[in-house]
Structures are given as structure tokens and as C-alpha cells.
């Protein structure tokens, strides 16, 4: 098990850029395959992103081109590399396992508004 928190979020204008983290406590970071999701005012929790212990990734649609995925197991840490942002991007942010677990953390705002 791991329990993730995230940070980076923040108020960034169209087109701008951010960089998420996921601090994952727990032993079993490096062989998990690990998640980015989303939830939008109003919206059900998202999948947009994952990595796994190799370094595949796999993205949403709606992200496809413009986020990317890493991470570095001797950080126990996962990143999310937000660019072109959009205002449909406006969400808090969160990390966990793929498929998803119950132990969420707390998230993070992205907002992106001019």
C-alpha cells in the first residue's frame, strides 16, 4: 500500500504550464503502476494518466500530447508535466495506484483562467 499526497497545483493562465508531484510513502512505490486522476467541479474523478514500474505510459484522450508522466523510485515520487493547459483543465488533482486504490490524498487545485 501507498499513500500518496500531491502538490504543484496552482492558477495558471491558458496555454501556461505546471508541474505536479505525487510523494508516495510505503515500500511498494517502485513495483506499482501508478496513476494521475482528475475531478472537475461537479464531474466524476478521472483517469488521465499512468506509468508503470517500467516506465510505460498510457494517457487519456484529453490529455494525449500535452501532459506527460514520469517518475523516480528512488524518490518514491511520481510527476505530472502539465503543458498547453486549458481551462477544461481546472480540477483537483490527484495520484494513486492503477486501477485506483482506496487510499486517496488530499489533491491539488489546478486552476487555469485568464
Known amino acids: 500500500q501507498v499513500q500518496p499526497v500531491e502538490s504543484g497545483g496552482g492558477l495558471v493562465q491558458p496555454g501556461g504550464s505546471l508541474r505536479l508531484s505525487c510523494a508516495a510513502s510505503?515500500?511498494?512505490?517502485?513495483?506499482?503502476?501508478m496513476g494521475w486522476y482528475r475531478q472537475a467541479p461537479g464531474k466524476q474523478r478521472e483517469f488521465i494518466a499512468r506509468i508503470t514500474s517500467g516506465a510505460s505510459t498510457n494517457y487519456a484522450d484529453s490529455v494525449k500530447g500535452r501532459f506527460t508522466v514520469s517518475r523516480d523510485n528512488s524518490k518514491n515520487t511520481m510527476y505530472l508535466q502539465m503543458n498547453s493547459l486549458k481551462p477544461e483543465d481546472t480540477a483537483v488533482y490527484y495520484c494513486?495506484?492503477?486501477?485506483?486504490?482506496?487510499?486517496w490524498g488530499p489533491g491539488t487545485q489546478v486552476t487555469v483562467s485568464s
Open positions: 494513486n495506484t492503477f486501477p485506483r486504490s482506496p487510499h
Open positions: 510505503g515500500s511498494d512505490f517502485s513495483r506499482l503502476v
